[in-house]
């Protein structure tokens, strides 16, 4: 089982800065991908941005430009580096990730258990 933490939201104003972070801990042989989900509200989750192992990634459209994801694979953490905020990037953002089971060797994927961001116009 792998327990993924975010930190990181919070409250800005439209054009500003926020870094949420999230640390994987627990028991796994290796985690994989990592990835960061979005669910405004009324809406359906929606993937923001995606990391591998070695370093590649994917942002939806919305994002590119604005966001950057990252991750330090010694601690186990992914960060998502938010600028030039909306107000509809306002959202409950969830920490995701892929993670071989030490058990039966499978890849699973474990959430987080979200962190708001609030964008104000």
């Known amino acids: 089982q792998v327990q993924l933490v975010e930190s990181g939201g919070g409250l800005v104003q439209a054009g500003g800065s926020l870094r949420l972070s999230c640390a994987a801990s627990?028991?796994?042989?290796?985690?994989?991908?990592m990835f960061w989900h979005r669910q405004g509200s009324g809406k359906q989750r929606e993937l923001v941005a995606a990391i591998t192992t070695g370093g590649s990634t994917v942002y939806t459209d919305s994002v590119k430009g604005r966001f950057t994801i990252s991750r330090d694979n010694a601690k186990n953490t992914v960060y998502l580096q938010m600028n030039s905020l909306k107000p509809e990037d306002t959202a409950v953002y969830y920490c995701?990730?892929?993670?071989?089971?030490?058990?039966?060797?499978?890849?699973?994927?474990?959430w987080g258990q979200g962190t708001q961001v609030t964008v104000s116009s």
């Open positions: 995701d990730a892929d993670y071989v089971d030490p058990l039966s060797a499978m890849t699973r994927r474990s």
């Open positions: 627990g028991s796994f042989l290796r985690i994989t991908g």
